[in-house]
C-alpha cells in the first residue's frame, strides 16, 4: 500500500506534467527546445523526480524526447510524411473497427458517445489549450470508446498507441480550422451507431478521417 508521501509525489508529477503539456501544446515550449531539468524543476518549484516523471509521460505520448548524450528536448512537430502514415493506418483500423461496433454496442456505450459529443462543440476547439484540451479529450474518448463497443481489444491498444489526438491537436492548434466539419462528421458516426448499420458506420468513420487527414496535413 502506497503512504501519503507517495501519494502526493505521484499527484505532485501529474500537476508537472498538466503544465508542461499546456507549455508545450501552446508553443511556450516549441518544438525541439532543449529542456534542462535543473531550470525547469527552479521555475516550476519542484524536485527532480517528479519533473522527471512526468517527462516520461509525455514522452510516452510522442511529446518529449529523451535522447542519449542529449537529454530531453520538445518532440518536434510530425512531418508529413508521418503524419500521412499515421491517417493511412487510422483508415485501415478504424473504419472497420466502427462497422464491428455497429453490430454490438451497447446503449451504455452510446450514452458515452453522447456525452463525449456533447463536449466537442464547436467553439469549445478554439485553442489555447487550456481551452482545446477538453475538447481534445472527448474525442479521444468517442474514438476509443468506438473500439472497446468493436470487441477487439488488440486493436484498441494499436489504436491508442498512435497518441494520434496528440498529433491532431498539435496540427489543429496551430491551424485553428475545419471545427464544425469534425462536429457534423462526428454527429454522422453517431448516427450511423445508433442505427446499428455497419455500412453506414464504416463509411463515416473513412469520411471523418479523410476529412480530417484533408483539413490538417499539408
Same mark, same amino acid.
Given at each position: 500500500?502506497?503512504?501519503?508521501?507517495?501519494?502526493?509525489?505521484?499527484?505532485?508529477a501529474?500537476?508537472? &506534467?498538466?503544465r508542461?503539456?499546456?507549455?508545450?501544446?501552446?508553443?511556450?515550449?516549441?518544438?525541439?527546445? &532543449?529542456?534542462?531539468?535543473?531550470?525547469?524543476a527552479?521555475?516550476?518549484?519542484v524536485?527532480?523526480?517528479?519533473?522527471?516523471?512526468?517527462?516520461?509521460?509525455?514522452?510516452?505520448?510522442?511529446?518529449v &524526447?529523451?535522447?542519449?548524450?542529449?537529454?530531453?528536448?520538445?518532440?518536434?512537430?510530425?512531418?508529413? %510524411?508521418?503524419?500521412?502514415a499515421m491517417?493511412?493506418?487510422?483508415l485501415?483500423?478504424?473504419?472497420?473497427? $466502427?462497422?464491428?461496433?455497429?453490430?454490438?454496442?451497447?446503449? $451504455?456505450?452510446?450514452?458515452?458517445?453522447?456525452?463525449?459529443?456533447?463536449?466537442?462543440?464547436?467553439? $469549445?476547439?478554439?485553442?489555447?489549450?487550456?481551452?482545446?484540451?477538453?475538447?481534445?479529450?472527448?474525442?479521444?474518448?468517442?474514438?476509443?470508446?468506438?473500439a472497446?463497443?468493436?470487441?477487439?481489444?488488440?486493436?484498441?491498444l494499436?489504436?491508442?498507441?498512435?497518441?494520434?489526438?496528440?498529433?491532431?491537436?498539435?496540427?489543429?492548434?496551430?491551424?485553428?480550422?475545419?471545427?464544425?466539419?469534425? %462536429? %457534423?462528421?462526428?454527429?454522422?458516426?453517431? %448516427?450511423?451507431?445508433?442505427?446499428?448499420?455497419p455500412?453506414?458506420?464504416? $463509411?463515416?468513420?473513412?469520411?471523418h478521417l479523410?476529412?480530417?487527414?484533408?483539413?490538417?496535413?499539408?
Amino acid at each position: 500500500m502506497q503512504d501519503a508521501r507517495s501519494l502526493t509525489r505521484v499527484g505532485l508529477a501529474q500537476q508537472v &506534467r498538466a503544465r508542461l503539456l499546456e507549455r508545450i501544446m501552446d508553443r511556450d515550449l516549441p518544438p525541439g527546445a &532543449r529542456l534542462n531539468i535543473d531550470a525547469l524543476a527552479r521555475e516550476l518549484g519542484v524536485s527532480s523526480s517528479p519533473l522527471r516523471e512526468a517527462l516520461a509521460a509525455l514522452a510516452a505520448r510522442g511529446l518529449v &524526447r529523451n535522447e542519449a548524450f542529449l537529454g530531453f528536448s520538445v518532440a518536434p512537430m510530425p512531418d508529413a %510524411a508521418f503524419l500521412h502514415a499515421m491517417f493511412d493506418t487510422r483508415l485501415r483500423l478504424e473504419p472497420w473497427l $466502427a462497422a464491428c461496433a455497429a453490430r454490438r454496442i451497447t446503449e $451504455a456505450q452510446l450514452a458515452q458517445l453522447r456525452d463525449a459529443l456533447a463536449s466537442m462543440a464547436p467553439e $469549445a476547439r478554439s485553442g489555447p489549450w487550456q481551452r482545446h484540451n477538453a475538447h481534445a479529450a472527448a474525442d479521444e474518448s468517442f474514438h476509443d470508446t468506438i473500439a472497446a463497443a468493436s470487441g477487439n481489444a488488440p486493436a484498441r491498444l494499436a489504436l491508442g498507441a498512435l497518441n494520434a489526438q496528440i498529433h491532431v491537436s498539435r496540427l489543429y492548434l496551430a491551424a485553428q480550422t475545419g471545427a464544425e466539419e469534425t %462536429a %457534423a462528421e462526428h454527429q454522422r458516426l453517431l %448516427a450511423a451507431l445508433e442505427a446499428r448499420d455497419p455500412a453506414a458506420a464504416e $463509411a463515416a468513420m473513412t469520411a471523418h478521417l479523410e476529412g480530417s487527414r484533408e483539413r490538417l496535413v499539408p
